[in-house]
């Protein structure tokens, strides 16, 4: 009876500090969310420190490895402050890291701004193009609160509510790590690990990171031929992004769908260059 009182004081708390039912202004899909950006972005920051401080990690200071991946976020960031999430993309304390792990094909962009690739990815990605419409897609998570939406729903709700809790009482950061909140990050409790979002998230992503990377200067043709290669890849296994990004077979029917949209995004922009990714060094 004395914790449905503090969790309703909690929630009245968190309706206060602006949680609220959004909509998402590119798709128009309703969001219910029931965290403030300000701890979002907080659980985020402390997921990305929790994963370069991991002993396992490779940090990337090859330039012929890392300045291909901040000229491309660099993009992608610039047509997100542009875009119609400007608020957040302006909020966002940016940064990017290359991770040195040719094995996982992957990339991940946390609430805050904190991305992270891997250098598996490049062989798909291939060039400068097809990073971008993955990194678009990925800071699209970030950007529309995926994380914060699934935290939301009932299989974590309970532990991001006590994290919630304590945080608003301490504004510190111990508690909510939990695995509950890496998996609403779309994180797994290993590094490395991503977990899949739902279908309506990836679609969503889909769509608006196709249009961001557009705005930024980037042929968004080049979406569906990274989807391609991604499905050649890795023969029997697929590589690690599509297992953790459900191939369903409708995914490049709906980029065609959005291709105009896209193209009209494309046609207004001084077209971005688009440089040929490394080849693997055989780590
Ligand atoms: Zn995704």
């Known amino acids: 009876m004395r914790r449905r009182r503090a969790s309703i004081g909690l929630l009245m708390g968190l309706l206060a500090m602006g949680v609220s039912c959004a909509t998402n202004p590119y798709t128009e899909r309703s969001q219910l969310i029931l965290l403030p950006t300000s701890y979002e972005d907080k659980l985020g920051d402390q997921a990305y420190a929790q994963i370069l401080k991991d002993p396992k ?34 909020r966002f304390a940016w940064d990017v890291t290359v991770i040195k792990d040719d094995k996982t094909a992957n990339a991940f962009a946390l609430p805050g701004g904190k991305i992270a690739v891997y250098t598996g990815l490049f062989p798909i990605a291939q060039n400068e193009a097809g990073l971008a419409m993955v990194l678009g897609h990925e800071v699209i998570h970030a950007l529309a609160r995926h994380g914060a939406e699934r935290m939301s729903q009932g299989m974590v709700a309970e532990v991001v509510l006590k994290g919630a809790e304590v945080a608003l009482q301490t504004q510190g950061v111990g508690a909510p790590m939990k695995s ?25 992503a889909d769509h608006v990171g196709m249009l961001i990377a557009a705005q930024a200067g980037y042929d968004p043709q080049e979406a569906v031929h990274i989807w391609e290669r991604m499905q050649q890849a890795g023969g029997g296994q697929p590589p690690e992004y599509l297992s953790t990004h459900p191939s369903h077979g409708t995914r490049i029917k709906q980029l065609e769908e959005w291709m105009p949209e896209a193209r009209s995004y494309y046609a207004q922009v001084p077209h971005a260059p688009v440089a040929t990714l490394p080849p693997l060094q055989g780590r």
């Open 57 to 90: 990690v490779r940090i990337s200071r090859d330039p012929k490895e890392v300045d291909p991946v901040r000229r491309v976020a660099a993009r992608i960031i610039d047509a997100a402050k542009q875009s119609k999430y400007a608020e957040a993309a302006n």
């Open 180 to 204: 509950g909140v890496m998996q609403a990050l779309g994180l797994g409790t290993q590094v490395g690990v991503l977990l899949p979002f739902s279908r309506a998230h990836e679609s969503e």
